[in-house]
């Protein structure tokens, strides 16, 4: 589809910036706040890069105001960060602190001052350890109930100021690396405890969009996605079906459960033959059918490309053997098809035809079109991007940051976006990943997406001082003409 004239942006498009509370914040210990999966992690020697902490991060618990007001100068229009339920409940499930309760008030009344629309997500990954100890954490259906009650505290306190709510932050991204690879919390490679704990979270996103429905029934929520568009390598028909898979294996697993409410007929035949599909009860399948989110939160970096797995053509030749028989722990991937080592669906590849950032991500803003399409033409939710954005390692030239590249990164994937809007997709806004530099999780400081510069490293918290980038200049100016020139 060629457009020789793009449509407007929505007039009251949310152009904004996201955050994560525990890449941010800081005070990690501070007026009561418990201690979080991630600050265990953190401080575990080995896990992150150079042993990099949240503990001080940016220090936005300390630079509120501050961050806030930077954000007003830029004209944004919507914010969207993350509640540390380690704040508000510093055990996980027992009494609530009014400290934690009272810095996101400040934040949220800040936002409202300099009409900001908050966007308040509930989940960013940083589990309270004592929920972790006491319940094993997301296999336990334990940490559902705690859940609704952290979530009924917010709902209440904030339901008049908010209208824009996340439950969970890339539910597929989390769950893979703490179950699946190992490289976050609870660092475990067990597939078969990864569907139990993800269909844990899937009831529990149920039950928070049920209660949210209850108590907040102006506001609108949703779940953030992390979500790429499968691209098979070839056309050869073995490629394509392996792209069918693995578009299966890598996106309808979770967003069929939440615009659906029901798990993927082939995907979950594949992992009950494997034994390793979830204990699903009926009063669940209730649950999943009940709960309907209004929005579908997308977070966009890059898709994939897929070929079809070896494993599967030798399985093939050896007459159709059948993979239920074997043990699925004994299918270990070789390096490149370690994508989905339980059921040899396909073989992750390299696209010949992208370029990739420093840290090796893919570069395709088409397929931000592409991803804004499928998804809309599936489920037909509105769709909020909640993160897009280029990590990479500026360099402060005379007190200013120069980032050609952010602009460039930020300009296309706009212009798809902008695309995709003509094509017909409903969008309610746009939030780049992120509005100040913060902590990549694994990454260290120094991969930095921000349109402000913290000036602090991996070596040590320096000044703390906030540089407005030349992105900044530039992200406002779009935002003043609400994207007609992009
Ligand atoms: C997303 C997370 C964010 C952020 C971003 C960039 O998956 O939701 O919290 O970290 O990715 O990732 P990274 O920091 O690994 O570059």
């Keep these: 589809m060629y457009h020789q004239q793009l449509d407007d942006f929505p007039e009251n498009f949310l152009w904004g910036a996201a955050s994560a509370a525990y890449q941010i914040e800081g005070a990690y210990q501070e007026d009561g706040k418990g201690i979080s999966i991630w600050d265990t992690y953190a401080h575990t020697p080995g896990n992150t890069y150079q042993g990099t902490t949240g503990d001080v ?25 993350s509640v540390a339920w ?35 997500t509930l989940y960013h990954w940083d589990l309270p350890q004592a929920l972790q100890d006491k319940y094993a954490g997301w296999e336990s259906r334990q940490t559902i109930v705690a859940f609704k009650k952290y979530c009924e505290v917010l709902f209440k306190a904030f339901k008049d100021d908010v209208k824009y709510w996340v439950t969970f932050n890339e539910q597929n991204v989390f769950t893979s690396m703490g179950y699946r690879w190992g490289t976050h919390p609870p660092k475990l490679k067990n597939i078969k405890k990864m569907y139990e704990a993800n269909h844990i ?70 992992l009950q033959k494997a034994k390793i599909a979830p ?28 070929q079809t797995n ?13 993979f239920s028989a074997t043990d699925p722990y004994l299918m270990q991937p070789e390096a490149d098809q370690a994508q989905s080592p339980e059921i040899p669906m396909f073989n992750s590849v390299s696209s010949p035809y992208l370029a990739k950032t420093e840290w090796g991500w893919e570069i395709d803003p088409i397929g931000f079109r592409i991803a804004l399409r499928q998804v809309y033409e599936k489920y037909r939710l509105p769709i909020f ?100 020139q992009i």
């Design 279 to 306: 204990n699903i009860t009926e009063a669940d399948r209730k649950l999943l059918k009940s709960a309907k989110p209004d929005f579908l939160g997308i977070n966009y970096y890059h898709g994939g490309t897929v």
């Design 57 to 81: 991060a940016i220090d936005h618990y300390h630079h509120l105001e501050e961050d806030v007001a930077l954000m007003a100068k830029m004209g944004l229009k919507a914010y969207r960060f």
């Design 310 to 322: 070896r494993l599967e053509k030798q399985a093939e030749t050896a007459n159709q053997k059948d």
């Design 201 to 270: 979270i899937n009831l529990a996103n149920a039950e928070a969009i049920n209660l949210f429905h209850e108590l907040v029934p102006k506001g609108l929520i949703g779940p953030s996605f992390g979500y790429g568009p499968v691209y098979p390598l070839t056309g050869d028909p073995q490629d394509v079906l392996a792209s069918v898979n693995a578009d299966d294996f890598n996106n309808n697993w979770w967003l069929d459960v939440y615009c659906r409410g029901e798990y993927p007929y082939f995907m979950l035949k594949q």
């Design 86 to 120: 380690s704040r508000i409940i510093p055990d996980g499930e027992g009494t609530v602190n009014e400290a934690g309760l009272d810095f996101y008030r400040r934040l949220i009344h800040e936002l409202r001052k300099n009409k900001i629309e908050p966007v308040l």
């Design 385 to 484: 991007v909640t993160e897009n954005g280029l990590g990479a390692m500026d360099k402060l030239e005379d007190g200013q940051i120069h980032d050609s590249y952010r602009i460039k990164y930020l300009q296309e994937h706009l212009l798809a976006m902008k695309e995709a809007i003509t094509d017909g997709v409903e969008m309610i806004g746009y939030c780049a990943w992120s509005f100040t530099d913060l902590l990549s999780w694994l990454n260290g400081y120094r991969k930095r997406y921000g349109f402000v510069y913290i000036d602090r490293d991996d070596n040590g918290e320096r000044t703390q001082q906030r540089i407005p980038k030349d992105s900044f200049k530039w992200y406002q100016k779009i935002i003043a003409e609400n994207g007609k």
